[in-house]
C-alpha cells in the first residue's frame, strides 16, 4: 500500500517546464481507468500512462496522481480495469479528465461480469487485481495483475501528444 507522503528527494531535478515540454513531444494512447467504491459506485479517471510491463506474468501498470479525487479508492479497492480509447471517444477521454461529481452519468459504460463498468466501444479491456502500489512522487504506480482482456471495438486509437489529441495515420 502507498504512504500518505511522497519520499523526500535531494537532488536538483530538470526545470518543471522544460520537463513538461519534453514529455508532451511523447505521443501516448489513451485510457479510462476505472474501480468503485464499497457502495458500489464507479469512479474514474483518464490516463495516458497505462503500459504493459511483463508477459508471464501478465502485468500492466498505470500511474495516478495523489492528488485525484478518485485516489482513495482506488487505495483500498484490489480490483481496476482500464478501457483502451478509440479516437471516435476522445469525448470521454475528456470527461474523465475533468471534476465532475458522476463522470458515468451520460453513460457510455458497460457492466463486466466481474462487476467492472468499462467504456462500452473500448478498443480493448484490461481487468486487473492489484499486485502491488508504487510511491512515485506526486503519483503512485498502480501495478496491476491481469485477470481477463477483451478485444472488443475496432478503429483507429486515441492518441495524446503536443497538449492535444492527434489521429494514426498510415
Ligand atoms: C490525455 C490525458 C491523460 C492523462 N493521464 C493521466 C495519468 O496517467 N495519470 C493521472 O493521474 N492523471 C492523468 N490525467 C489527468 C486526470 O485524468 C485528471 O486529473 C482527472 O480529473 C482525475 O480524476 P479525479 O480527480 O476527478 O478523480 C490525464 C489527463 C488527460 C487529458
Do not use: W
Not at 83 to 111: N, Q, T, Y
Not at 117 to 138: I, K, Q, T
Amino acid at each position: 500500500m502507498a504512504s500518505a507522503e511522497p519520499r523526500v528527494r535531494h537532488r536538483p531535478g530538470p526545470d518543471r517546464e522544460v520537463f513538461r515540454d519534453a514529455m508532451a513531444r511523447f505521443p501516448a494512447g489513451v485510457t479510462i481507468v476505472t474501480t468503485h467504491d464499497e457502495q458500489g459506485r464507479p469512479h474514474g479517471f483518464t490516463a495516458s500512462s497505462f503500459c504493459s510491463v511483463s508477459l508471464e506474468p501478465a502485468l500492466v501498470l498505470v500511474c495516478l496522481a495523489r492528488t485525484a479525487n478518485c485516489f482513495p479508492v482506488f487505495a483500498s479497492n484490489p480490483r481496476f480495469a482500464i478501457s483502451i480509447l478509440p479516437e471516435s471517444r476522445v469525448d470521454l477521454a475528456l470527461r474523465f479528465a475533468g471534476k465532475s461529481a458522476d463522470k458515468f452519468a451520460d453513460g457510455g459504460f458497460v457492466r463486466t461480469p466481474s462487476g467492472s463498468m468499462v467504456v462500452e466501444d473500448a478498443l480493448a479491456v484490461v481487468e486487473c487485481v492489484v499486485d502491488s502500489r508504487h510511491d512515485a512522487g506526486d503519483h503512485v504506480i498502480l501495478l496491476g495483475e491481469v485477470e481477463r482482456v477483451s478485444l472488443a471495438g475496432t478503429g483507429s486509437p486515441a492518441v495524446y501528444v503536443d497538449r492535444g489529441f492527434a489521429r494514426v495515420t498510415a
